[in-house]
């Protein structure tokens, strides 16, 4: 069975530029998370999908990001303009309960992440 | 708010020796313990996890146990390998709040052979 996929692996572009970030989950998981982590610190959770829905969109920083899920399948990340501060890598990850949860353990499976430069 | 500390790396250690690295969490509730690896150009992977106070998790030889007395979810092994190298994550995440994971910023191990 296929993992999580992430496209590009890299990207570098100029500051006020922007960059589109797809991630094609697990078949059949329902939920769907975009983290990011910056300059070696902490992987800071950005949002979640529930299926097509956003369940919890708390982490994304500012309006120049925009996620969507299309039919509930894959995901793009869009950043519009790109700033310095953008850079880093970011993370998606897929798990399969779509009940919102009745466990504390369910596992999510990562992608290998696509790490954006801004220049 | 929820967050997990970890110590500061690099960690570089010669094969078979004996390998701590330190966890902590702040977090209300009764959280769900994690630890993730991610190996050179892979993504993240689930090494071990823990579900409540004094559980131990283990995989390959690595174990942490969640303490809650003094809220820390250390990660341990007997013997370290060269293939060991990797970063370390800790994470939490909360029943009922599961949707999302806090992380610690991560510890890079080496192994020298």
């Known amino acids: 069975e296929a993992g999580v996929t992430q496209f590009p692996s890299h990207s570098v572009i100029e500051k006020g530029q922007t960059v589109t970030l797809r991630c094609d989950p697990i078949?059949?998981?329902?939920?769907l998370y975009w983290y990011r982590r910056v300059m070696g610190k902490e992987i800071k959770f950005l949002l979640h999908?529930?299926?097509?829905?956003?369940?919890?969109e708390s982490g994304m920083p500012n309006n120049r990001f925009l996620a969507e899920r299309t039919g509930g399948t894959y995901s793009t990340l869009k950043v519009q303009p790109a700033e310095l501060e953008d850079s880093g890598v970011y993370f998606c990850?897929?798990?399969?309960?779509?009940?919102?949860?009745?466990?504390?353990?369910?596992?999510?499976?990562f992608g290998p992440g696509t790490r954006l430069t801004v220049l | 708010g929820d967050s997990v500390t970890q110590m500061e790396g690099p960690v570089t250690l010669s094969e078979e020796a004996f390998l701590t690295i330190n966890c902590t969490y702040t977090?209300?509730?009764?959280?769900?313990l994690f630890w993730y690896v991610q190996y050179p150009g892979e993504g993240l992977q689930l090494l071990l996890k823990?579900?409540?106070?004094?559980d131990k998790g283990s995989n390959k030889g690595f174990e942490a146990t969640y303490r809650k007395e003094t809220t820390s979810f250390h990660l341990e092994k007997g013997s370290v390998q060269v293939s060991d190298s990797a970063v370390y994550f800790c994470?939490?995440?909360?029943?009922?709040?599961?949707?999302?994971?806090?992380f610690g910023s991560g510890t890079k191990l080496n192994v020298k052979p």
């Open positions: 977090a209300t509730g009764y959280p769900s």
């Open positions: 994470a939490l995440s909360k029943l009922y709040n599961f949707n999302k994971f806090y």
């Open positions: 078949s059949g998981h329902d939920n």
């Open positions: 999908f529930v299926k097509e829905s956003k369940q919890d």
């Open positions: 823990a579900t409540k106070a004094d």
């Open positions: 990850a897929s798990s399969q309960d779509a009940n919102g949860g009745t466990r504390g353990d369910n596992e999510q499976f």
